[in-house]
């Protein structure tokens, strides 16, 4: 089973990449770009077969791994 | 309009973030995890308010920014 897991900085955290990246833009000549935020994807293939077990497998890999629930939000898609 | 720009690694191209967290997972006690890829998600906010006219700015800003197109895939969606 594979899944998609998508972290996103939460809501009012500073994310310097994003402003690199619109500034850059706003460089090269892209004009009307606004807020511009960065985030990370990871896929998983996982070995389990149950949609649920798989599900509830990852949030665990989320909360205790992959991202800090202090400052990130993340979502599970099972693809 | 809001819009998402996936990016992921081509198939074949080494991922040694992604084989980092593959071990991580592993060391956490995290059983029957296979392949781990990692890739990136920019959001951006866009003036243009015209579907086909940002999806044809976005993939310029893809081309020419925001993916190293000799090794990375990306896909835009519109939000």
Redesign the interface.
């Given at each position: 089973m594979k899944a998609r897991v998508?972290i996103?900085l939460k809501n009012g955290v500073l994310d310097p990449q994003?402003k690199a990246?619109e500034g850059?833009?706003g460089a090269?000549g892209?004009?009307?770009?606004?807020?511009?935020?960065?985030?990370?994807?990871?896929?998983?293939?996982?070995?389990?077969s149950d949609r649920d077990a798989a599900m509830k497998?990852i949030d665990?890999?989320c909360r205790?791994?992959?991202a800090n629930t202090v400052i990130e939000n993340y979502s599970i898609d099972i693809v």
């Open positions: 998508t996103t994003g990246i850059a833009l090269l892209f004009s009307g770009v606004g807020e511009v935020r960065q985030g990370k994807i990871i896929d998983l293939e996982l070995a389990e497998t665990e890999m205790k791994l992959l």
